[in-house]
């Protein structure tokens, strides 16, 4: 049961332009939401998170939007670079069976921006 | 900062040996360290959570027998795959918590078992 999904396997889009990367979860019980990005061969590197307190948290090119009815998170990156060009994982984590920062990871999005 | 370590970035080992893999956090204590695999094409999977001084607790499908974690101290975790088989070959990444429900990731260790 895949409890956080990243429906798009890939998305392509024009430097300069607005990448959007959406994630949906199914566990009411999330309560922190996190995006990483990931190369090939590393490790993941955070970007930003959300509490679901808030519906909106920006910091500098990246902003991401939770909207908890409908559990669903998107992350906006304005403008897009090619080096923005990677793996993008969404990630949830909340009180749910006693570990609190347990993370659950969704399938990935392959950004690739084009020059 | 935030800065997590893993040793060695790659490892390559005959079937039936044992395996130890580093992950430290450089410039924090991490009371919670995590072990991940990602297969080709996709997701990190969880594989166990380590707190310092007491056993780790593993995901569900897991061998604890088979991979053996150590978290000796606030910056260090190790997780040993012992009697490595082909199956085993994966990437394996830690992460290290700093705080409520970030976590830090080290490069990952590519095991290739032959």
């Known amino acids: 049961d895949q409890q956080v999904k990243q429906n798009s396997p890939s998305l392509s889009v024009q430097e300069g332009r607005i990448s959007i990367l959406n994630c949906d979860y199914t566990?009411?019980?999330?309560?922190?939401f996190l995006w990483y990005k990931k190369y090939p061969a590393e490790g993941p590197t955070f970007l930003i998170s959300?509490?679901?307190?808030?519906d909106k948290n920006e910091d500098g090119r990246f902003t991401v939007f939770l909207n908890k009815s409908a559990k669903h998170l998107s992350l906006h990156i304005v403008p897009s670079q090619p080096g923005d060009s990677a793996v993008y994982f969404c990630a949830a984590s909340g009180d749910y069976g006693g570990a609190t920062n347990k993370l659950i990871f969704g399938t990935g999005t392959l950004l690739a921006v084009q020059p | 900062g935030a800065v997590v370590s893993q040793h060695p970035s790659r490892v390559i080992c005959k079937s039936g040996t044992s395996v130890k893999i580093e992950c430290r956090s450089l410039?924090?204590?991490?009371?919670?360290m995590f072990w991940y695999r990602q297969f080709p094409k996709q997701s990190l999977m969880l594989m166990a959570t380590s707190n310092e001084g007491s056993k780790a607790t593993y995901e569900q499908g897991v061998e604890k027998d088979k991979f053996l974690i150590n978290h000796a101290s606030l910056t260090l975790s190790t997780l040993t795959v012992t009697s490595a088989h082909p199956e085993d070959s994966s990437f394996y990444i830690c992460?290290?918590?700093?705080?409520?429900?970030?976590?830090?990731f080290g490069p990952g260790t590519r095991l290739t078992v032959l």
């Open positions: 992460s290290a918590s700093v705080s409520w429900g970030t976590q830090y």
């Open positions: 566990n009411s019980m999330f309560d922190y």
């Open positions: 959300i509490s679901s307190i808030k």
């Open positions: 410039d924090f204590q991490a009371t919670t």
